[in-house]
């Protein structure tokens, strides 16, 4: 039977009719979106014709080419998902024939919907419309589509019979109905929804609209003003809510954010390059992508330092450090300014400027801000005093002129220097008693020791800057001037942020809003968060709600339960995840021979479909790659998702995020040995598995995990 239906008396014949009038719409649905990339097309290539000037005709291609872009289309990929008939909906053309006024079983009643009463919408990827404007597929982020995801037998949202569709490579194959109005509802042992779940996955991260949960919906739709936080356990789909939720506001607030912008940060660029695929399959291609380091790329890291001293540098303390000794060039003026305008000379003396300074200093204004409205101030006084003398105002050039004289720019350098970013940190951390006036009462003098470099460059420029030397100078340059923000930021794997690197984030999302997405299980950094609440506070949304997510979709029960064993000993207070899957396998095995093991266990996972990870730790990672290539398998690297190779080998430092349907984990007690959060890092390799999970052990299992089979 292609189809499942949840009535009864219909047959076959009835059902393979339904699935052959769902083919044509597809086929008509996909025909209208090619005529409509079509007309984008061809408005693209005339654009300059109509253009009224060189800059009309550049904005409306930009417009235009984001448009032709939006509506590519991939036949691979299913352009609708699902259908809401609403009660009243005319019977016939893909209904089951009976009548909605039948709600038996005590479901609720399908309430009016009122202008929806009696209609028929398929929901998909994007909004589709045929010649006459009618629509064909409804986007699943338009304000009806809601009810795909959120009615249910208990409230039917007037929905009387909601349809799922089955797909292969594109092709529609099955459909499964629930009778709302009759209490008939699937839930999670809906056959479609089970599939499209565990399908196995090769290349980058797709996208879950057609498998989106009420609780992950209700995420997915939170307003643009607000800031959540997503506690969310292994393969509970908190990075998919995450940019479906960005997709949905770019949907609700197109130009808005398409001013303001969207950022996605992401933990390392395999991270990116796997998830970079799912705005663009929603239509979204304008969204910006980066890591935290490339954030703050303002100098160029060629230096490493002692993990301690990194530590120290990521800590919220050198935040007010940096600002006392931004604040310590300010200076009080000793002396009155002349300056010589033709024929006069004005004079200011040390009163007004020295009132001048202190009312500034006191408007908390960034550094470099303050030091331009000290110069405007000055100049506005010299313009009273020419004004008066002169009974007319002076011109824009003479205020101008006035700002850049010789006398006015050396007040400015005595008493508001200009500073740099690099310039203030160099200076810092050269010079231990600049570094001990701005640190006293914050860190302790054996800290401020380790700080000072001990054999400086010259410059700043020639300075051999570390990664966590980076977080200092962007700070140092939010203190400066304020960076232009975002009008919503989506941070994933937030647990490994650093209160200064929150800092920087917050400081390009002043004015907008924060998803926060992450688990603190997972953190493996040595400033990994243990409160989201303390995360928030530092970028600046200390109000935003948190969420817990706990049910998984995509990682089997018995590979969750495996990974839990560990959260007693990682030391934070989250809810264990549990699994709705109860497939999957998982295999723990002592070897003698861990890379002839290994090379057997892929060997045996390519019997099955879908994508194959080997995990080790990071050192061990090229002789494992060399083995699989001298057996005569091809391998690829995280962030080469777009290679054709169905195995890669993964040092367990960049696997998180990632996922696979069969996991191979290669000597655990390697993994966690190789750093301090080595626990930590162990529960982010055991969860990437969504199918299958095998681990390889020479050397005993770090202690919380069985050693014996019958431990487990």
Excluded at 178 to 188: F, K, P, Q
Excluded at 380 to 393: H, T
Excluded at 617 to 638: C, E, F, K, Q, S
Aim: with cysteine; net charge negative.
């Amino acid at each position: 039977m292609p189809a499942l239906d949840l009535d009864t008396h219909l047959d076959d014949t009835h059902l393979d009719a339904d699935l052959a009038s769902e083919r044509a719409h597809l086929d008509t649905s996909r025909a209208a979106l090619r005529r409509m990339r079509e007309r984008a097309e061809a408005l693209f290539s005339t654009g300059d014709q109509v253009a009224g000037d060189a800059y009309a005709a550049e904005t409306l291609g930009r417009t235009l080419a984001r448009r032709v872009a939006e509506l590519a289309d991939d036949p691979t990929t299913p352009l609708f998902f699902g259908r809401l008939d609403f009660a009243g909906t005319p019977q016939g053309e893909g209904t089951d024939g009976g009548d909605p006024a039948d709600a038996t079983g005590g479901a609720a009643p399908a309430t009016s919907t009122g202008d929806h009463d009696g209609r028929r919408y398929h929901v998909g990827r994007r909004h589709v419309t045929d010649e006459h404007g009618e629509p064909l597929v409804l986007d699943w982020r338009a304000p009806i589509s809601r009810s795909f995801y959120r009615a249910s037998a208990r409230d039917p949202q007037g929905v009387a019979v909601r349809r799922r569709f089955g797909f292969s490579n594109g092709v529609l194959t099955s459909f499964e109905d629930e009778r709302l109005d009759r209490g008939e509802e699937l839930g999670t042992t809906s056959r479609i929804l089970t599939a499209e779940i565990e399908r196995p996955r090769v290349g980058p991260m797709r996208d879950i609209v057609a498998t989106i949960q009420p609780e992950q919906d209700e995420l997915v739709r939170a307003d643009l003003a607000d800031s959540i936080c997503v506690q969310g356990a292994p393969g509970t789909g908190k990075t998919a809510v995450g940019l479906h939720r960005a997709a949905y506001l770019l949907y609700l607030h197109r130009e808005r954010l398409r001013r303001a912008g969207v950022l996605i940060v992401g933990p390392n660029r395999a991270f990116l390059s796997y998830i970079a695929a799912v705005l663009p399959a929603l239509g979204e291609v304008e969204v910006e992508q980066a890591t935290v380091e490339e954030l703050i790329s303002r100098v160029p890291v060629r230096a490493v330092e002692a993990p301690t001293v990194a530590a120290l540098k990521h800590d919220a303390r050198m935040a007010s450090v940096l600002h006392r000794a931004a604040q310590a060039q300010i200076g009080a003026p000793t002396d009155s300014i002349t300056v010589s305008d033709g024929s006069f000379r004005w004079r200011i003396g040390v009163e007004p400027l020295h009132r001048i300074v202190e009312e500034t200093r006191r408007e908390g204004l960034p550094y470099g801000t303050g030091r331009e409205r000290v110069r405007a101030r000055v100049v506005s006084l010299l313009q009273r005093q020419a004004e008066a003398r002169r009974a007319e105002s002076p011109s824009d050039g003479w205020l101008r002129r006035m700002g850049r004289c010789r006398p006015v720019v050396d007040f400015l350098d005595a008493v508001w220097p200009a500073l740099t970013p690099e310039g203030l940190v160099h200076g810092l951390l050269s010079d231990p008693a600049r570094l001990a006036a701005a640190a006293d009462g914050l860190l302790s003098d054996a800290e401020q020791a380790s700080l000072v470099w001990a054999k400086p460059a010259r410059t700043a420029k020639a300075t051999r800057w570390t990664a966590a030397d980076a977080v200092l100078v962007d700070e140092a340059a939010g203190l400066l001037e304020r960076p232009s923000g975002f009008g919503h930021v989506v941070v994933d794997e937030a647990q490994d942020l650093s209160p200064m690197q929150c800092r920087a984030i917050a400081r390009r999302s002043e004015h907008g809003s924060v998803t926060l997405l992450g688990d603190l299980a997972q953190g493996t950094a040595p400033w990994a968060a243990t409160d989201w609440r303390e995360s928030l506070a530092h970028l600046g949304k200390p109000d935003a709600v948190v969420v817990p997510l706990t049910v998984g979709f995509r990682v089997p029960a018995a590979v969750v339960a495996f990974a839990n064993l560990l959260l007693p000993a990682l030391a934070v207070d989250v809810p264990p995840a549990e699994s709705l899957r109860r497939d999957g396998g998982l295999d723990v095995r002592t070897v003698t021979d861990l890379t002839a093991a290994t090379v057997a266990e892929v060997r045996a996972a390519l019997a099955h479909d879908g994508s194959v990870g080997v995990i080790a730790a990071d050192d061990a990672v090229d002789g494992l790659r060399a083995a699989l290539a001298a057996a005569g398998v091809a391998t690829t690297t995280a962030d080469d998702v777009t290679a054709a190779e169905r195995v890669t080998v993964v040092p367990a430092t960049l696997v998180k995020g990632l996922e696979y349907d069969h996991v191979v984990v290669v000597e655990p007690a390697a993994i966690v040995a190789a750093e301090p959060r080595g626990l930590h890092r162990l529960y982010v390799v055991l969860t990437r598995a969504v199918s299958r999970l095998s681990v390889l052990h020479h050397e005993p299992l770090p202690a919380p995990l069985p050693n014996q089979p019958n431990d487990r």
